[in-house]
């Protein structure tokens, strides 16, 4: 039911498994989203008149710690401090405090790693954006990727950035590229223009 004295819904310290058939590391947030706010069920004709007198989120989810997992392994975990749920002026999800996915092998070590300081999901045009220290780490291959904004279309199944793009190799060389794109998994992607920059000792070589 939604708290009416503080026109927010308030869940704290959730920790929950969830089945996932998702390999994409972001699809699977979709189903956690959906996890999240499915037991919060709010009767419509109160929360569209608390939205006429509040432009405050209509729920809030807060210090949320969730696991997707199939077949007994755990295949994501998300830990995201607070969650807020928005009608108008268009339906969309934000992480004003950031957010991590972790997505693990079938031995229990991760794979692939997406953090932001900031988060948004727009139901209806069905666009994500991370946005502020994004960095995308690789287990597998050793390779950091970071930027200020990365977007996630999902009509196009296409990851991207528009804003410059550095990505760390495992041996240290460093490569800056103007934008970015992805499949959804993350494991194919391209780096637009890019510009190398090679390290020997503290001294950088163009």
Known sequence: MLDTRNHNHTINKMRRFVPSRNKSIIAA???A????FGSCQNDISV??????????PEEVVEDIHFFLSKEGFVEQEFLIPKMNKYATPERYLECP?????????????KRISLKGDYGVSYEDRKIMEAKRNVVITNFSTGE??????????????????NRQIKQTQPDGSVYIGERFESNEDMTKYTIFKPHIVTYDGEEPIE
């Not at 989203?33 to 999240?36: D, E, F, G």
């Not at 929360?47 to 405050?56: A, I, Y």
């Not at 405090?97 to 229990?108: L, M, Q, R, S, V």
Request: glycine share 4%; charged share 25%.
């Open 29 to 31: 947030f979709m189903v």
């Open 33 to 36: 989203i959906i996890v999240i």
């Open 47 to 56: 929360v569209n008149s608390l939205t006429l007198r509040e432009k405050g």
């Open 97 to 109: 405090e950031g957010f991590e996915i972790i997505a693990y092998n079938t031995n229990k070590t």
């Open 144 to 161: 950091i990727i970071e930027t200020e904004h990365l977007i996630w279309n999902m009509d196009k199944k296409l990851i991207y950035s």
